[in-house]
């Protein structure tokens, strides 16, 4: 059974940078396209970012572009966001996502096979 564990989290002012992994067992980790999604509180969970099961080609939420980065080590069956200028609307509980196909343009909440449990950022003004 494939398991997602991410870490990472935490409280951190305005400005600031946090790095978030996701540690994937249980499976293949390089057959599937990897993502993070978030979701606010009262809000629908939105795509942040995804890179390609190759590595080669990341995708990036317009609210997002150019602050965070997106990466993978296949060799450590990992998936890591980097997130610099944090503002206080990146505040959400951010999900690790595994994907074998993507179906449109960009990866979407349905073509998910696999969640992590989420782990909580707070950005304070």
């Known amino acids: 059974q494939v398991r997602l564990v991410e870490s990472g989290g935490g409280l951190v002012q305005a400005g600031g940078s946090l790095r978030l992994s996701c540690a994937v067992s249980?499976?293949?980790?390089?057959?599937?396209?990897m993502g993070w999604f978030r979701q606010a509180p009262g809000k629908e969970r939105e795509f942040v970012a995804a890179?390609?099961?190759?590595?080669?080609?990341?995708d990036y939420a317009d609210s997002v572009k150019g602050r965070f980065t997106i990466s993978r080590d296949n060799a450590k069956n990992t998936v890591y966001l980097q997130m610099n200028s944090l503002k206080p609307e990146d505040t959400a509980v951010y999900y690790c996502?595994?994907?074998?196909?993507?179906?449109?343009?960009?990866?979407?909440?349905?073509?998910?096979?696999?969640w992590g449990q989420g782990t909580q950022v707070t950005v304070s003004s």
């Open positions: 890179v390609h099961w190759t590595g080669g080609r990341t």
């Open positions: 996502a595994a994907a074998l196909w993507i179906t449109a343009q960009t990866m979407g909440v349905k073509d998910i096979n696999h």
């Open positions: 249980g499976g293949t980790f390089r057959n599937y396209h």
